[in-house]
């Protein structure tokens, strides 16, 4: 996140022992530090002017209500002007913008999927006692979609992963990791996240585009084998590789790697966050030429 902060685009390759539970760790680390308040408490609401200007019936949005966690889901009419009070129109709904922001839903989520489905019911998930878990309120972080990072890989997998739990505190319930990565699928629709899971076996092709257009911060290639397909794709500023040195294409990944490494400018220095690097864990950075989506 440092590298993304500096305007910087490259690559971290990392030599694990094993790949178990690094790509979702690195996910969350990613999510937490591209967290950005969304939330505003003045009356008008923060969200209004963007709505204001959006394209009317183009945009599906979710509302998130400031006084509890229902959210509905539909398509904007428009954000218009009603008693001397900003409000949206959603769904032929006249809705006030001091009690609910505005969530719109990009990729990877299809508008057309939700004409006509306006009003639909949709708690938000937030988990009890976890609020020294979050980087802002929990309603801002767990009611939004950002798309902070991508993760390539074997998403059964990493599901699996990210659903261990840790302990926020001696006192608390324990939270499974995906509260803080809240991770989601592409073929999942309207689910509030903060990163995406695409499949290693997918087109690297077919998802550069839409990916490094919705702009994350970091994308996570999973595994020796995702490397070796995904690695050229370069769908956010910063890629980092995690290779696991006795994966069966570990040598082919580290060969790949290296081709890449030999095209840079120059290498770079790991941030500071990095320097004191675990034992058993190779890194290695190297600045890349940006591809324009």
């Known amino acids: 996140m440092e590298l993304a902060a500096q305007g910087v685009s490259g690559t971290v390759a990392v030599s694990l022992p094993a790949r178990e539970f690094a790509s979702v760790l690195v996910g969350c680390g990613a999510v ?67 009690r609910y922001r505005i969530d719109v839903l990009r990729w990877p989520d299809n508008p057309a999927e939700f004409v006509g489905q306006s009003r639909i019911l949709d708690r938000i998930d937030i988990p009890v006692d976890a609020d020294g878990l979050f980087p802002g309120a929990p309603a801002d972080f767990c009611g939004f979609s950002a798309l902070h990072c991508a993760i390539v890989g074997n998403g059964t997998v990493i599901q699996q992963e990210s659903e261990t739990l840790i302990a926020t505190s001696m006192v608390t319930e324990p939270v499974p990791l995906s509260a803080l990565l809240r991770p989601r699928t592409v073929r999942e629709k309207a689910r509030q996240f903060r990163s995406v899971l695409l499949s290693a076996r997918e087109d690297p092709e077919e998802y550069r585009e839409l990916v490094a257009g919705r702009k994350p911060k970091v994308v996570i290639l999973d595994g020796a084998a ?21 994966a069966p294409s570990g040598e082919a990944a580290a060969d790949t790697l290296d081709r890449h490494w030999a095209r840079s400018p120059q290498d770079l220095s790991l941030p500071a966050d990095l320097a004191r690097v675990p034992a058993g864990i190779e890194v290695l950075a190297w600045r890349t030429r940006a591809r324009n989506p």
Not at 51 to 79: C, D, K, M, Q
Not at 83 to 88: A, D, F, L
């Open 32 to 98: 937490y530090a591209a967290f950005e308040p969304q939330l505003d408490a003045s009356p008008q609401g923060s969200q209004f002017n963007s709505a204001a200007r959006l394209e009317p019936r183009s945009h599906v949005v979710r509302l998130i209500s400031t006084r509890n966690t229902v959210g509905f889901v539909g398509i904007l009419n428009a954000a218009v002007s009603k008693n001397n009070c900003e409000g949206y129109n959603v769904g032929g709904v006249w809705i006030p913008a001091d």
């Open 226 to 246: 995702t490397v070796c397909r995904w690695l050229g794709a370069e769908m956010a500023p910063i890629t980092i590789a995690l290779v696991e040195r006795t």
